[in-house]
């Protein structure tokens, strides 16, 4: 059996650990045995799933610590943020048991017109394709609402960091786990007994598997890239925990988040005092190395490609004329894994690749604007449109500059994790996708209504409607 290994990437000799790469064979058997648990699944009340549900949740809690390390040496994160993602995929797990009964109740009319009934049917077996970057939330995300709801799911995580989710995936009811790359990816998607795809992860694996599960007319739901502006107002006044804020928002999991903070727009006329203070900022906050030692709040990025092209693209902003400022403080031995120097870039135009372009990646654009109008045109161009944020001392201002902002979700006065809510709906806009994860929204995605209707003008053999007539 072909075996996937994953390397530290602070430590690029250790193996953290190795899974079985699934082949085609692999997917359709895992595929049929969730086919086959999903209609006993769906037939339990909902409140016996949920009960299951909170029991997996606090065998998970149970094993948190353990497998924050894990996901921590898989992936390079700071063992803080691995822990707080574990902590956020359980209280979200809570968050679907405590609301989903409620949400996804059928809607029940017995009046003078008939009788109807709007149940909230699961869609059947789901595939979840997730990226590396945050696996464990962002496949919750899915498996959660999509359980709740009656549906069995084949999870196919990234080959960049499996174990960690592979060990939540098993501790939850009606989860199979498909280990590869695309092939399993394609295998998975294109598979006739899907009913759903959800997908999390970059442009171009989404369209394929967009126009893939499209071809077999299975509804899908997108979370793609994003390039999110932030917007400082002229009136912006931020503290020197809110400029730390701002750094970690760009600097977060090395910049690998898709809601970091990845352009700068702040006035030309606040420009040096707003560099002076970010400095600053990063200077006190942004230590950068192993994720398992203390104090570290940034680790290594991903793979060696991924560093390659996030310096690629520094080194062509200081080829275009663009300034790079490193950020932050070294913290041990850098030459032992994928470690990136994170860095502010200054001096650029909009049409400069690290403007233009998702970096994904710990460098960001610093961009002075004249004009607020200005400011807003240059925030919404491009074909990108998942997060967004304004910064303005009048949170009455800022409320209403966000409508104008083409995202799906705009932050006031914070960017990133700090100002996510388990109740709002998030999603993107443009290209950066389509559908919707968290708050009542992120529930619904994995039912469609089905309806009993008996019409009162037939009940009881009444003297109904001719055949020919529409109801009043
Ligand atoms: P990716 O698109 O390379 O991979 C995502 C998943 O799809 C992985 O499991 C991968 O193995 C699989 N895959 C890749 N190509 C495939 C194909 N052709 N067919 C089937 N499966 C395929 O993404 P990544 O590099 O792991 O993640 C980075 C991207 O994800 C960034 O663009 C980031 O912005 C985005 N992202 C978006 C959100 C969101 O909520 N919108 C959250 C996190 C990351």
Redesign the pocket.
């Known amino acids: 059996m072909e075996l996937i290994s994953r390397e530290n990437p602070a430590r690029i000799t250790e193996i953290v650990g190795r899974v079985p790469a699934t082949g085609a064979d692999g997917v359709d058997a895992a595929v049929r045995r969730a086919g086959r648990a999903q209609r006993e699944w769906a037939a339990r009340p909902i409140g016996d799933r949920i009960a299951v549900l909170r029991q997996a949740g606090e065998t998970v809690t149970g094993r948190a610590g353990e497998l924050a390390g894990l996901l921590a040496r898989e992936s390079g994160k700071p063992l803080a943020d691995c822990r707080g993602e574990i902590s956020f995929a359980l209280t979200y797990l809570r968050w679907v048991c405590d609301h989903a009964p409620r949400v996804l109740a059928p809607a029940e009319i017995d009046d003078a017109a008939g009788r109807l009934v709007v149940r909230r049917a699961p869609y059947g077996v789901v595939a979840c394709?997730?990226?590396?970057?945050?696996p464990v939330i962002?496949a919750m995300v899915k498996l959660a609402p999509a359980l709740a709801a009656g549906n069995t799911v084949v999870l196919?995580?990234?080959?960049?960091a499996p174990l960690a989710v592979g060990e939540v995936a098993a501790a939850l009811p009606g989860v199979e786990v498909v280990h590869?790359?695309?092939?399993?990816?394609?295998a998975?998607?294109t598979h006739p007994l899907i009913r759903k795809v959800a997908?999390?992860?970059?442009?171009?694996?989404?369209r394929?598997?967009a126009a893939?599960a499209g071809a077999m007319l299975t509804p899908s739901v997108?979370?793609?890239?994003?390039n999110d502006p932030a917007l400082f107002l002229p009136d912006f006044a931020l503290t020197d925990d809110d400029y730390e804020r701002l750094v970690m928002a760009s600097f977060a999991t090395s910049g690998?988040?898709?809601?970091a903070a990845k352009r700068l727009y702040v006035p030309r006329a606040r420009l040096a005092e707003f560099t002076e203070a970010y400095r600053a900022a990063a200077e006190r906050v942004l230590v950068v190395g192993d994720p398992l030692a203390a104090g570290v709040t940034m680790g290594p990025v991903?793979s060696a490609p991924a560093a390659d092209r996030v310096r690629g693209l520094v080194a062509g902003s200081v080829a275009r004329g663009g300034t790079a400022v490193p950020l932050g403080r070294a913290h041990g031995d850098l030459e032992s894994g994928y470690f990136v120097t994170p860095t502010l870039v200054t001096g650029l135009d909009d049409d400069a690749p690290l403007v233009a372009e998702?970096q994904?990646g710990p460098a960001v654009p610093l961009l002075p604007y004249d004009t607020e109008e200005e400011a807003l045109a240059r925030a919404n161009a491009g074909e990108l449109g998942?997060a967004a944020s304004v910064w303005s001392a009048d949170e009455d201002r800022a409320f209403a500059l966000a409508t104008r902002l083409e995202a799906g979700f705009v932050f006031v006065n914070t960017h990133n994790r700090t100002g996510m809510s388990l109740r709002a709906p998030?999603?993107?806009v443009k290209r950066?996708?389509y559908g919707r994860?968290y708050g009542e929204e992120g529930l619904l995605e994995y039912v469609q209504s089905a309806v009993a209707h008996a019409p009162a003008a037939f009940r009881g053999g009444g003297d109904g409607m001719p055949a020919t007539a529409y109801p009043a």
């Open positions: 394709l997730t990226p590396w970057n945050a962002l196919k995580p990234s080959p960049l590869g790359g695309a092939p399993a990816g394609r998975l998607v997908f999390t992860g970059g442009d171009r694996a989404g394929e598997i893939a997108m979370e793609l890239g994003g690998q988040v898709c809601m991903i998702e994904f998942l998030f999603g993107g950066s996708g994860e």
